[in-house]
């Protein structure tokens, strides 16, 4: 039997690491001047401030600071899309919600996973649940979310590793002391079919929430279809003067492992949107089977009027299937048609996850002071498989059943160990003159060992590294801010990914973000805007080494500056609600050793970086139950990846909603795409030809019951 993770720890490091646990121990019993529902309801803290928030923005965060911070005291570009939004915009899809913040471009995630690049890098590891990381590889169900958070630029200072270009950390539904409830019920012309229920109130001598959501639904695509459920209870109750938060949930996901349209002559072919370049049986060959348990204690207290605790647990139960039958090379003649080959392979994963997270909050006059630590352990089993499938015709594909191999080509266990701990200090220096100032310690460890070959050593990898931050803030008034920060994080050489003798003894990729930016917040709450420039540079970026391809070296270099827009409002006495962003991304690899299809990558455009992307949704209540909405959404050209050989075509697109309110029930019928354009979405980001396209033109229809 394996050593315990925590038994691998250096002493030493542990009791460091241990440090707020036992100041707790020693201040169990100090009394409970604060309110400890203050800690926990950081709504209620907003309402009593007299201040509101915009329908579609927000005026504080947690996510930025791991404080509860005003977003005009955050020197960080951060967006929130609150429930409001995601309700307005259908909220199934959360790759879909993330396209409408700007500076985020689309990946495919080889049709099995949510994944973004942010300002032009990869965030495939960066996803969080209530700030605790979430680096499964499935597609995440927003029923239990109660807002999305993104934060821009370098965040290892709080997160660790990863964050090159930002993180995503998504907030979850919270029990509520007050008795409500929603049914909801989804239906839209693809074949979509959806149902939702959410009940909370008092229960028993605390709080109870129970959430969930199960879908049967068709696609747009060939073959397409989505199964999938969601149940999620959680409970808040008091103990030892603080509150202690249960959660859980339990999510299932079934569905076409779809790597969408190739590529011919630099661009998708033409061919209609739902052709599928897969099995003649994709439900059985080419599917991707998701399973992911989750469950969360959260304890809060505050042991002195100045002075909160915040413990978090949480494990993790990760599993997937996946087949797929995919374009491979490049397109050739035979017999004057256009022809690809093709392979069929298969990915297992098996992971779980432990967290520990101990966070001590101090609030003094001109200090608000955080010192935490965060353990982990994570055990990572992966295995791969091939297979075997035809070539096809590009323009006008026949298709047939691919052959599996079931057994395993290549098959790793991997664990990750990480011990850390962080400090932070936002500084008031005087009236005007706001600073924020922290770094973070990681011992991170990753041990690889090869599951089909018994005779291969196991790799092992540990890195040691400092992440600062520094941000200084100058309030003219207490409505605007501006702001000037940096920050660094790091990416170890395999991060979530299995080690290798290619990349077993590359140092951390390292990550530098400097920003500047404007943020205004009017007194009342209903109007907020922001701006920021920035540079983020990433290096020692892993490429091939020119004196022996067989190897890698961390040489390599990627470069994004640019600006971005966010505005949100209420405005016409909260009868016309805003949502609006703009992003200017001037992303390139400025040194490389690695190429494809004989192309150096050294000077190419970052692959799913479009220069210009917007959007802007409005929502205008009409009176007597009524309101209307629009959406406009624009994307420049962008690479499909690195090689720069093929392009995404700019496209913009529109959605139209009529809302109606009466009473208990809530109706909602929206028309997206409503021109019916033609757009692809997304890409792979690494590789040409796995283009997804977006939706046509669809009909929808929700209907809320409240009780």
Known sequence: MSASPLSRLAPARLALALLPLCLFSLTAHADDAADAGDQVHELDQIQVRGVAAPKFGAQRSSSATKTDTALIEVPQAVTVLPRALIDAQGGRSLNEMLSLV????????????????????????????????????????LANTERIEVLKGTAAMLFGRGSSGGLVNRVSKQPLDTAQGKLRLYADSEGGRRGEFDVTGPLGIGAGRLVGAVEDSDTFRDQGFIERWLIAPSYRFELGGGQLLLQASAQRDERVTDFGIPSLFGRPVDVPIDTYYGSADARHDDYSRARINIFNATYSKALTPQLDLRVTLRGTDYTLDRRNTLITGNPFLRNGRWMSARRHAGNTRDQQAWFAQTDLVYEGERHRLLIGNELSYERKDQASYGGIATPIDLLNPVLDRPTFNPRAEAAARSRLRNAALYVQDQITLNAQWKAVIGARYDDYRQQTRDRVNAAAPALDRSDREWSPRLGLIWMPTPQQSLYASWGESFQPSAESLPLSTVNVDLSPETTSNREVGYKFARADGLLSFDVAVFETEREHIKTTDPVDPRKQIGVGTQRTRGAEVGLSASLLDQRLDLYAGYAYLDGEITKSNNAASGVSFQGRTSPLTPRHSASAYAEYALGRGFSVGALAQHVAMQYAAPTNLSVLPAFTRFDFNLRYQAGPWDWRLRLENAFDKRYFASAHGSVDGFNAPGAPRTLSLTMDYRF
């Open 102 to 141: 700007p500076g985020v471009g689309l990946n495919n995630g080889d049709g099995q996973r949510d994944q973004v690049a942010i300002r032009g890098f990869s965030a495939l590891a960066d996803q969080y649940l209530d700030g605790v990381r979430d680096d499964a590889m499935y597609f995440r169900d």
